[in-house]
């Protein structure tokens, strides 16, 4: 036993080097990413549920890392976080979305919104709105077409802050929605003190819908908790008829998931959406 114990400590250890090693390669490969090009947004539909219309989009970075290939940003969205580097690379973000978006517009596409992930530390940055507002001024996009995505993290901020930059957001003209609600430990009655227009229902939730389920009780309180303050609501992570059937039923007004598409790179987007106006 005592052998295998150390075994498995070495095991571990092996383990450990490459996880360390991994994360050195990535926070040192980021700060060249922005510079190499090797950032990309890819934009997931969102759908409205009466017409089946797409509405808007999400943006979803992507890094095309040149020796280990696709990153996903739930890897390194966090070590950006921990790093700093997320200002710069969430910056440009923004800008290239806000781009994307107009872009769409000029290439005939029905005007329609855009949605970007803020992490809590972005929402911290104390030149945020000057930000905002500097990226809207020099793209020429108009602020009723950006999104704020934020997630509910912030109300462990001082409750005064928050709304605070809520508000001089919501001044700007752009949109804010709740992400990945459910997930955290604020609850709907605490967040309407903040300015926000949409609801984003987690799709761990959205996952649970089965047929007569008691878990679907939450979705249903959610959303009628929503309609209540007279906010929008979105469900995310849709990927079954099932599950679209239900939250039809509940009257969420957006779906957003596999079961329509995908997040689709520029190209795939512009071809999907010519595709379905036309059908
Ligand atoms: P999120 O904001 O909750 O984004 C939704 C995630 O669910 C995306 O993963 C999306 O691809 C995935 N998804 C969409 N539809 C479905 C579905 O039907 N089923 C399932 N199982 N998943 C679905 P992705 O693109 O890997 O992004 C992961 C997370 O990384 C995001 O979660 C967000 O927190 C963060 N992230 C992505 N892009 C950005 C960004 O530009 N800035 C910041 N700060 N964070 C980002
Ligand atoms: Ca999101
Ligand atoms: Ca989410
Ligand atoms: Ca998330």
């Known amino acids: 036993a005592k052998e295998q114990g150390r075994n498995n400590l070495q095991f571990y250890t092996a383990d450990m080097n490459d996880w360390i090693q991994r994360r050195a390669i ?22 409205d549920i009466n017409t089946g219309k797409i509405t808007g989009s999400e943006a979803l970075i992507r890094w095309r890392h040149p020796q ?3 990153i996903s940003p739930q ?7 921990e790093t700093g580097l997320i200002v710069s690379v969430g910056e440009w973000v923004l800008r290239t979305a806000c781009k994307q978006s107009l872009e769409w517009q000029r290439l005939g596409l029905p005007k329609m919104g855009v949605s970007v992930n803020l992490s809590p530390r972005q929402f911290q940055q104390a030149n945020l709105v000057e930000i905002v507002s500097k990226i809207l001024k020099e793209t020429g996009l108009a602020p009723e077409y950006l999104e704020l995505e934020i997630t509910e993290t912030i109300a ?16 700007l003209g752009v949109k804010i929605a709740i992400d990945d609600f459910g997930t ?3 609850s709907l009655s605490y967040l309407k003190k903040f300015p926000f227009h949409t609801l984003k229902i987690d799709k761990s939730f959205i996952q649970d819908i089965e047929e007569g389920s008691d878990d679907n009780k939450i979705i249903t309180t959610i959303i009628a908790m929503a309609h209540n303050l007279k906010v929008n609501v979105i469900a995310e992570g849709v990927e079954t008829a099932e599950q679209l059937q239900f939250l039809q039923q509940q009257q969420c007004n957006e779906v957003q998931g596999y079961l ?3 997040p689709l790179s520029v190209e795939e987007f512009y071809k999907a959406f010519s595709e379905i106006q036309e059908a």
């Open 156 to 171: 462990m901020y001082n409750e005064s802050y928050v709304i605070a930059k809520l508000k001089a957001l919501k001044d």
């Open 75 to 81: 890897e390194f969205i966090p070590l950006a976080e």
């Open 184 to 186: 955290g430990y604020s």
């Open 26 to 47: 990535l926070e040192k490969g980021m700060r060249q990413a922005l510079e190499h090009d090797e950032f990309t947004l890819y934009y997931q539909p969102k759908v």
């Open 68 to 70: 280990l290939g696709m």
């Open 260 to 262: 329509f598409s995908k």
